[in-house]
């Protein structure tokens, strides 16, 4: 009985052959899994697949890989820089909307989705409104009115054509700022004190009803001590959580995840966990900023393979710690690196005592690392039970 049902499936097997063989060379290709781009293999999970994206790099006519990369294999893109407040309004009043501007007629063209980033960040300010609040010609009232103003403004213009809105960045210390005990930092608390977080997403709702709404931050990929004096994870959970109980329209949390492979970073289950828990809040998470990267020692920099192969491979375990993570928790709706190629990283221009680099999923020369590897294994062998599609959130009011 086996065997006659064993041959008769061999003789289906035989005859499709034939006549598979009978069609034009195209038709005929057997699906080939690691052939398929990373927005493609995200498709399968839902997963959206993304990257920052550097405008002078998009534009340059000297960049054509650049270009194709970014609408090959992406299904996200983020503006590394032009949605920031310094780029959208250099002189007070005259907004500039060029880049940004294209960065999302870009997005619609390769039929991606949008990250905006970012709302309120203490970083990237135009000097016209630190230098006001520093000589005092602006005070801590007019400060928060032109702040609604900017989320409003920039949230109303692009209103519809943002998927998820950063709508706060980088709100807390670290253990290592002063002082040690975690605390809401920076120009937006100093002067208008912790109510700015609530305010402003109440102003980027207002302005925006369908966007999905971020907190975002970084070294808040796994939980630590639990003790929220310490445990930045810990603090922003707290924090998010407060922000849900006073019914501030929040949908998610951004996680950066900016690793290096010098320190000890994490597991998938620690990182998997953290998500796990944000998700019982009823939040959204994403992996925001992704880049992993290495000293730059001697040896690495002389081309020494016993330096640079650890570095590499290290590079792309801590990828694939945070990517599997996102896959086994089905609120994670997205997977950002920041940059993808080492020619275009923010990394050496900002770590360079001591140099380091070596952070994304491509090298100089655009060729694919061990770490876009890695990421495009996990995408396919992923699936049910442990790793199931999306969820698809509503914009909370
Ligand atoms: O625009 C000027 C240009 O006019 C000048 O010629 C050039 C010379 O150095 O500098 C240009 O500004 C640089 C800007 O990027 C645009 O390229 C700044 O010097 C440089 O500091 C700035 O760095 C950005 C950094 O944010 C600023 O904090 C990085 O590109 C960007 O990748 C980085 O992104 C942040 C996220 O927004 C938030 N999370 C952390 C992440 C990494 O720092």
Redesign the pocket.
Known sequence: MMLRRWMAAGLVAVATAGVLNAVPATAQRPYDPTAQSLRALGQRHGLYVGT?V?M?ALADPAEPRYREIVRDEFSTVTA??VM?W??LEPTRGNYDWSAADELVATARRNGQKVRG??LV?H??LPKWLTDGVADGSIDNAELRSILRRHITTVASRYRGKIWQWDVV??AVSDPWDTPSTLHYKGFWAEHLGPGYVADAFRWARAADPTALLFY?D?NIEAFGSGDPANDKTQFVFDMVKGLLGRGVPIDGVGS?G?LGTQYGNYDTLQVADALHRFAGLGLSTAFT?VDVRSRLTDGVQAGDSEEINPRLQASAANFHVLLQACLAEPRCLSFTV??FTDRH??VP??FDDPPQGLATIYDENYQPKRSYQLMKADLIYAGPPYVRTRATPKPRR
């Open positions: 920052a550097d002078a590394e820089n920031k310094e780029s980033h970012v960040w970083s990237q960045n980088e975002n970084y950066q900016h900023e920041w940059g990283s923010w221009g900002t």
